[in-house]
Structure formats: structure tokens, C-alpha cells
């Protein structure tokens, strides 16, 4: 997603510590949602994501790149679709316009 010409901006001019916390975050709160055994410790969603402007096209980018993942690792379908729709879950407490 940071190499991606339109969502890069996202990342753009932040330090290298705070992209891999959040890295870390990521982890931590979809390893949470799925069951655990990770304890989330980072904010919510609509909070953490609020008046960072993602717009409906960006998130459709994005979830192009999600399905590109799943399709490299050849995730099995019953877990695609859990990752997909939970993911998908969340897409009202992230865009704004
Ligand atoms: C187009 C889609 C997305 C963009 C552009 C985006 C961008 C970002 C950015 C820039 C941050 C850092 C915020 C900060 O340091 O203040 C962040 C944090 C985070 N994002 Fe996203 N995000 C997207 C979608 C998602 C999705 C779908 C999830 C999970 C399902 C997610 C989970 C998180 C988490 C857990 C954090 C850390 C929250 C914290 O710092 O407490 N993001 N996101």
C-alpha cells in the first residue's frame, strides 16, 4: 500500500518507527478479532482512521491489494471469505467521502 501511487500519500513523511508500530497494531488487532491469543492495545477504528480523508476509491484500491495477497498466498476460500468480510465490516468507520 506505501508503494501504491494513490494510497501512498498515507504514508508519505512519516518516521519509520511509527509505521512499524502501527505494523505491529495491525497484527495485533486482526490476530484479536480472529480469536487471539494477540491483545489489542491500539485505538479503534473510526478513531484511529477519522480525518485521514480515505475515500471510496481508496478503500476499493485497497481491497484490490488485500484479494492480490490472499490470491499470492492461495489463502482457501472459507478463510478468504473471513478475512474479506471482516475486513469489508470495517469500511464504514473508515471512509469519509
Ligand atoms: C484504505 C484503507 C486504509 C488506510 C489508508 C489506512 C491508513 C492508516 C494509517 C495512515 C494509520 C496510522 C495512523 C496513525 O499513526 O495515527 C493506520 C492505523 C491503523 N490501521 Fe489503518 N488504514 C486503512 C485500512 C485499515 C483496515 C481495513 C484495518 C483493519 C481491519 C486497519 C487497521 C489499522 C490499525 C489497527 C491501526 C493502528 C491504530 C492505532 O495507532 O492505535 N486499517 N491506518
Request: with cysteine.
Amino acid at each position: 500500500m506505501r508503494a501504491d501511487t494513490q494510497l501512498g500519500r498515507f504514508w508519505a513523511n512519516r518516521g519509520e518507527d511509527g509505521i512499524k508500530r502501527e505494523y505491529q497494531l495491525l497484527v495485533d488487532y486482526l490476530c484479536n478479532a480472529a480469536g487471539g491469543p494477540m491483545y489489542y492495545t491500539g485505538r479503534d477504528m473510526k478513531l484511529s482512521h477519522q480525518g485521514m480523508r480515505i475515500s471510496a476509491s481508496d478503500w476499493d484500491i485497497f481491497m484490490g491489494h488485500l484479494n492480490a495477497t490472499l490470491d499470492q498466498f492461495t489463502v482457501p476460500r472459507a478463510e478468504r471469505d473471513d478475512v474479506v468480510n471482516f475486513v469489508q465490516s470495517t469500511r464504514g468507520d473508515m471512509v469519509e467521502c
